[in-house]
């Protein structure tokens, strides 16, 4: 073995010792190594791997950046104690490269790889590989990814528990006579969908008895044409359920605890855009229920470190178990806001083989938080991507306000990633203060060079629904059936046409000063000096 | 401060702004007290009847602006003299190219040699613009008919100024 590896340091073999001394190393008679860590590679870029090294500075944790070419100038490269180029802007030859990344943390002896979300986070292979160099992986075990990630495993897992799922069958639809049974008895509109289906290819919605022959034939092709597999399912179709997750805390100990629901059911493009905490529809017996089904969810797949497992809920207030994302999430701020838990903290203490610091009781959700995700994108024209570079940035502060960014003015926002330029949260003691100064927050953006949803944010949490707290899925369909329209005002129009007359005069008079250096040769030739 | 009087076009209607002094001015005849921090910062302030608005104008072409008001970006067009006389010129004289004579640096308009109507040749001068102790001789760079005299003697222009439109015959 050229590089060695942390399970041959002498470090390891002491602690390995001082285990065989102390009994209080044991549980279950599973062994389980405490390891101070002292220096940790994030294995990913922009907002969330500065978000992952401030708590790393706050607990004397140095840092390494990896990041790709176009990367070079980003806040979170700056802020970290040393930094690695490892390759092209493109994901696969820089953030999705285990081996590149695997290599800086030994090269820089370091103790742990945070994945951050995204990238390799949920990649059980990748963490399998950080474990077996012996490298502590910030995250739940490479099985645990493995089993969860899976969604027919999962449910599979889930078979025998408490844990509601949405109604449906478990293996591939192949008698049609069958399948008809069960549409029946979990009554229509039912789904059909493709067992290797992503991204709503392969899912047909089938309203009555009739249409279904014809539906899962249809599902069946589309499947076998995309997927290159016939096998399709059939579920029961929720209408505009909401999306409520519930966040998970768990060490090495087999203690977990749940921190309470995030309702992120306002989404465009299924990709969430503004989450908060606690749900306004979730009341504390609710709570408890799905904090409960998801406790129960991590304990049979053995999990430790942060994750999420995520529900639909209907109308009636009953939930379904959907996934689990076994990483921090995106909108993990909320939950730190009213649990006043760093979550990243808590990630880094369970992955050194630290108990938790916390049981259940002492959870309480206090107040509320809300998470607006500003992206580079024109929300007037179907949310496409908007690249280019920052030429202007003011974010909002304030009393309440929480910004976490990972782009500064002069960056660029690249077609290579996600193009998210921050997340504005803001807190208060309730649901309505935390909405107004949202609000207050979003306006007080100047964002130059991109165009961005900051309008289309406002728009939205400014509809009676939002502040009476109806949110589904299909929230912004039903609002806003046209798209988002970024008019301006008449007053902000007059403004502009000030603004240009204003801009031009200064130009001009600027222009005029110029020639004064006398510079130009032409005109001096022509000069006329017995004239005067 | 001279009063000047020019047409800025959003989303296809007009709006006239005319600069009254240093604290008036008027947007299609409505009266609207300004002040306005340095415009020549990359984020300007103008208070507009005390309210203030901020703003990043970028130009994106020749007479074209982005202002960035709000967080919303409005695309804004300068309709200069020149370009609306063109055009109206345009619509009588159907396809006869129009000319604009523009003033090549900022200076005082000492002489004018021609008037509305005249036929003029290629080359021929038509004023004299004095700058930096120089005179010089603005000339025609084709022949035609003089449609319109933009400026007077004594007037001072500035770079880019249109002078004289004159219509090929």
Known sequence: MTIKSKGD?????????????????????????????????????????????????????????????????????????????????????????????????????????????????????????????????????????????DKTK?????????????????????????????????????????????????MRIVEREEELEDAIRLCQSEALNSFKDSRVFIEKYLQNPRHIEIQILGDSYGNIIHLGERECSIQRRH??????????????????????????????????????????????????????????????????????????????RVAEGEKLAFTQSDISLKGSAIECRIYAEDSANNFFPSTGAINYLHSPSGVGVREDKGIDEGNEISIYYDPMIAKLITYSDSRITSTKRMKRALSEYIIDGVQTNIQACLQIISQKDFFDGNLDTSFITKHFPNGFQNESSEEEKIAAAVFTVLFEKNNSTQNKIKPSNGTNSVWKKKRIGNFR | MMKSKHNILIEGKNYEVEILDESTLTVNGNVFKYSNADISKKLSTLHLNGKPFESIIRNTDENNYNVLINNKNISVEVVDEL???????????????????????????SRIHIAVGDSISKGMKLLVLEAMKMENDIKSVSEGKVKKVLVSEKLTVEKGQPLVIIAQS
């Not at chain 1, 069958?169 to 549409?183: F, L, N, R, S």
């Not at chain 1, 999990?303 to 921090?328: H, I």
């Not at chain 2, 619509?91 to 900022?106: L, N, S, T, W, Y």
């Open chain 2, 83 to 109: 370009s609306e006389l063109v055009n109206s010129f345009q619509k009588q004289d159907g396809d006869r190219k129009i000319f604009e004579v523009k003033a090549p640096m900022p200076g005082l308009v």
């Open chain 1, 9 to 149: 340091s002498i470090w390891f073999r002491l602690f390995h010792f001082k285990r065989i001394l102390s009994p209080h190393f044991y549980h279950n008679s599973k062994e389980i190594v405490k390891r101070k860590i002292k220096k940790i590679v994030v294995a990913n870029r922009g907002e969330i791997a500065l978000r992952i090294m401030r708590t790393c500075r706050e607990m004397g944790i140095q840092t390494v950046a990896v990041y790709s070419d176009v990367d070079r100038m980003l806040p979170f490269v700056r802020f970290s104690d040393k930094a690695f180029c490892i390759g092209a802007p493109q994901p696969k030859e820089s953030y999705l490269d285990a081996e590149k990344i695997i290599d800086v943390a030994k090269k820089t002896n370091a103790d742990a790889i945070h994945p951050g979300y995204g990238f390799l986070s949920e990649n059980s292979s990748f963490a399998k590989l950080v474990e077996e160099n012996g490298i502590i992986f910030i995250g739940p075990s490479s099985k645990a990814i493995e089993t969860l990630g």
């Open chain 1, 271 to 348: 990709q969430k855009i503004i989450e908060e905490s606690p749900s306004p529809i979730v009341t504390e017996e609710l709570r408890t229920r799905m904090g409960n089904a998801a406790v129960e969810v991590a304990k049979l797949a053995n999990y430790s470190n942060a994750g999420t497992v995520e529900f639909l809920v209907d109308e009636k207030r009953n939930f379904y178990f959907l996934e689990v994302n076994t990483r921090l999430q995106v909108e993990h701020p909320v939950t730190e806001l009213v649990t006043g838990i760093d979550l990243v903290r808590e990630q880094i």
């Open chain 1, 154 to 202: 999962a449910k599979q897992l889930l078979r025998n528990s408490n844990v509601p799922t949405v109604p449906g069958t478990d293996e591939p639809i192949t008698d049609i006579q069958q399948a008809k049974i069960i549409a029946k008895e979990i009554s229509f509109p039912v789904l059909i969908k493709a067992a290797a289906g992503g991204g709503g290819k392969g």
